[in-house]
Each structure stands twice: as structure tokens, then as C-alpha cells.
């Protein structure tokens, strides 16, 4: 164990002790594996990611396998959120064609929201999306899904002109535009899913910790009672903003799956 987890750790860590501020640093995203099935290490965030699983899957289960016409409470609400993806996110975006989409993007919304607010869950306390290979992973589901829908709807020339070639411009710029586009669609898109999610959810997670650390850290005297009271205050409001931060990069994630499937269906001018 290096130096600075020992100091992150140190239960008589205050401010005057002659003991330097704790900051979360790379430590705070790796972790000692919980269990091994056989040679394979189940961690934390993998721990979360499963669970999360379980939860989404479960929960539409529950609301779903015996429908009622009067619904109960499960059934309720997973109506709306099935109706607020359908209607808010995949009709809106897609169009006619959206239905098929439908199961995925709902899936898309609630899974990676799930993943999201373990952050503010007592004894998690950790955004599995801020381990950048969920987003990735995440993120190349969508992308299969768009080169796939783009060449089965247009074929392989079509579907090359729907990525590469904008209609409607004057000839002379598509010498600049198409290699713009080309690159835009085929590896910039995929790298800006990933990204923008979890970098949100990384840079959330930090501030959350400092200020809890910091709670933790500047108790011990009258003054450092302010200031741990001060600390305690913004860790409760920065807590209510991940929690429309999560909601909302869920959001943002589902629309953009639904505008490039949409971009993909597109019929060509």
C-alpha cells in the first residue's frame, strides 16, 4: 500500500495534526477483488454492474410478466418510464420507425442510470460508469448498432454516402467534408459516447469525495468544526446535483443512441 492511501485512510486525519489534506487520487477508482470464480477477479464495479443487471431486469420483470389491466404500483411505474422513453426519447427522435428501437433505448436509459447513482448509495458509494470500460463497452453497443442498421438499410455504397457524404452541398466540398464526416461518424462519435458519460460520472465522484474527506478532515477544533459544517453543507447540495447529473447523462446517452439510429433509417435525398 502506497503512502498516500495510508494517509487517505488515517481515522486521526485532521487539519490540526500536523497531517497533510487526504485527497482522492487514483486509489479511490481501484479496487481489491470481493471474490474469484475460478481465475476470474469480481471486483467492486464489476459487482455494481451485475447487480444494476439484476435490478433492471428484475424490476420489468416484476412489472411486466402479469400484466393487469388496472396496474399496480410496479406496473405503474414502469409504464411511465417505458412511456417516457418511448414517446420523450424514440418517437420524438426516430419517428414512425421507432417501436423496434423502443426495448433498447429503454434499456440503454435505466441501466446506465442505475450504474450512475450507486454514487450517492450508502455502502457503494461508487458510479460504475466511472470506470471507463462500461461507457466504452456501452458505447460500442450503440456503434454496432448504427454501422449495422446503416448498411442494412442502404447497402454498402448507400451506406457509405449516408456516413460520408452530406446531400445537398455544393460539389467542391465534399473534397473537405467527406473525410471530416468519415472520420466524425466512424471514430469520433463512438469516443465522445464514451467520454462524455464517464467523464461526468469520474469528475463527479471526485468533487463528492473531497468534500466528504474534507468534512472528515478540517474536524477538530471550533474552527475546524465551521469548516467541516460548511464542507457537510456543499457534500449535500453537490449530492443532489449528481443525482440530476445521473439522470440527466442517462438522458443525453439514450438521445444520441436514438438520433444516430435515426441518422442510420434516414432515407436518402
Known amino acids: 500500500m502506497s503512502n498516500d492511501q495510508v494517509l487517505a485512510f488515517e481515522t486521526d486525519c485532521h487539519l490540526f495534526n500536523d497531517c497533510g489534506f487526504p485527497s ?36 420489468f420483470w416484476k412489472a411486466f410478466s402479469k400484466p393487469d389491466v388496472v396496474p399496480g404500483k410496479f406496473q405503474m411505474i414502469a409504464e411511465a418510464g417505458y412511456e417516457f422513453v418511448r414517446r420523450g426519447i424514440a418517437r420524438e427522435t426516430i419517428g414512425k420507425k421507432a417501436e423496434a428501437y423502443v426495448p433498447l433505448l429503454v434499456s440503454l436509459f435505466f441501466f446506465i442510470w442505475i450504474m450512475n447513482i450507486w454514487a450517492v448509495i450508502p455502502f457503494a458509494q461508487f458510479p460504475a460508469t466511472s470506470i471507463i470500460a462500461y461507457p466504452a463497452a456501452l458505447a460500442l453497443v450503440v456503434w454496432t448498432t448504427y454501422m449495422t442498421l446503416t448498411f442494412k438499410t442502404h447497402g454498402f ?24 464526416e468519415f472520420i466524425s461518424n466512424i471514430f469520433v462519435r463512438p469516443l465522445t459516447l464514451t467520454v462524455r458519460l464517464f467523464a461526468n460520472m469520474f469528475a463527479g465522484h471526485l468533487l463528492l469525495l473531497v468534500f466528504i474527506i474534507g ?55
Open 157 to 180: 455504397v448507400g451506406g457509405i454516402r449516408n456516413l460520408c457524404v452530406p446531400s445537398g452541398l455544393p460539389k467542391g466540398i465534399y473534397v473537405i467534408l467527406t473525410p471530416i
Open 24 to 59: 482522492p487520487s487514483e486509489f479511490s477508482f481501484l479496487f481489491e477483488p470481493l471474490f474469484t470464480i475460478g481465475s476470474f477477479e469480481v471486483n467492486k464495479p464489476m459487482a455494481l454492474v451485475v447487480l444494476s443487471t439484476l435490478i433492471v431486469l428484475g424490476f
Open 215 to 269: 468534512t472528515w478532515y478540517t474536524l477538530g477544533s471550533v474552527v475546524g468544526t465551521f469548516y467541516a459544517a460548511t464542507s457537510l453543507v456543499m457534500t449535500l447540495l453537490l449530492t443532489l446535483f449528481e443525482l440530476f447529473i445521473q439522470a440527466l447523462q442517462a438522458y443525453v446517452f439514450t438521445v444520441l443512441t436514438a438520433t444516430y439510429i435515426s441518422q442510420a433509417l434516414e432515407e436518402p435525398h
